[in-house]
């Protein structure tokens, strides 16, 4: 799933996108929520994790509902260790990450899981994980850089800032070019959020506050995505061919929305949901629920003194998180 970024770190950074790049934006119209059917028996269970560690959760789930990665945090006299935790379905294998903190973002089909974590001056520094190998990918010289998302492919997107002085540039690392990174032809500012098997890649831009949100198609054409009467619109994340975000209408808080990113029809939803993740099929997670269509649901889990919280969703519905009872534990939910 793609998640810009969550994303985490994408939703707070400033964007940039010009009405000059790419022209009036045109209202689109809303549609008819997708549909899907959820089941009555929705379960939580606690996915294995270190049990000398002080914190664990999980934060990515490929679409196949296969692979999931997420973080631990081991206490040690001499200082903290980060732990980068990945999940063959039941099968759990910890990986030391050198540094100060490992944040994964995304993980494909093939279980290649992408993150970013920062060098030792603080500058952000983008890494992948495959076959049990913590690599850190090619960047270009800049004030920091950062993945958002990867497709079935391989195909990594992100950004980095001042590449082009004062500027944030959306990034590229091409499957096919093993080692390589480019700079994306995209919106002045642009973060990608996420990227299709296809190549389509969606995003937003703008100075902060003022954002635009936007697809790139294959063959280099870019649209804006929009809401009737305008407004700034941001993106959480996108999967498929559906993107969730949020656009300023003049109220006191944004609302919440899903586009279509075929066509930029869109749907209004439930106010009460979190814009962690989106899957193929349409389906949102974020917080402690889950939307379907544009009404939302809460997860079972939370109770008195006991959080949740949803981070990631597969293409099967399985959702994967945390449950916050006295300490944080990785957790995945099914039949939801």
């Known amino acids: 799933m793609t998640h810009t970024a969550r994303h985490r770190m994408l939703a707070g ?63 040690r006299e001499d200082g903290n260790q980060y732990l980068l935790l990945t999940w063959d379905g039941q099968q759990l294998t910890e990986t030391e990450a050198p540094g100060n903190g490992i944040d994964p973002v995304d993980v494909n089909e093939s279980g290649i899981v992408i993150g970013n974590g920062w060098a030792e001056n603080g500058i952000g520094r983008p890494w992948t994980y495959r ?20 497709n079935k492919a391989g195909d990594i997107v992100g950004y980095g800032s001042d590449i082009v002085p004062g500027e944030f540039v959306a990034l590229r690392w091409p499957a096919a070019r093993p080692g390589t990174v480019e700079v994306l032809d995209a919106p002045v500012n642009a973060q990608p959020v996420g990227i299709s098997p296809n190549g389509t890649i969606v995003g937003y831009a703008g100075p902060f506050g003022d954002w635009t949100s936007w697809v790139r198609r294959p063959n280099g054409k870019i649209k804006p995505l929009a809401v009737t009467g305008g407004g700034s619109t941001s993106l959480n ?39 962690d993740d989106v899957n193929a099929k349409g389906v949102v997670v974020g917080g402690d629920r889950v939307a379907r269509g544009s009404t939302s649901r809460v997860l079972p889990g939370s109770g008195e003194r006991i959080n949740i919280g949803a981070r990631a969703i597969s293409d099967t519905d399985t959702i994967v998180g945390f449950r916050n009872a006295d300490r944080v534990t990785p957790v995945r939910w099914t039949g939801c």
Do not use: N
């Not at 049990?132 to 990867?150: C, D, N, R």
């Open 13 to 75: 950074t400033a964007a940039g996108l010009l009405a000059a790049s790419l022209g009036v934006a045109v209202a689109s119209t809303a549609t008819a929520a997708p549909r899907t059917g959820a089941t009555s028996a929705c379960t939580i269970s606690t996915l294995p994790y270190p049990t000398d560690t002080y914190r664990a959760d999980a934060s990515v789930i490929d679409p196949s509902g296969r692979f999931v990665a997420g973080t631990a945090l081991r206490i």
């Open 131 to 150: 076959a049990g190998k913590l690599e850190q990918l090619p960047v270009l010289p800049s004030t920091g850089i950062f993945v958002s998302a990867i």
């Open 237 to 275: 994340a996108a999967a498929g061919h559906w993107a969730v975000g949020q656009a300023w209408l003049g109220g006191t808080s944004p609302a919440k929305v899903r586009w279509d990113v075929r066509d930029g029809s869109y749907t209004f939803l439930d106010q009460e949901m979190g814009l």
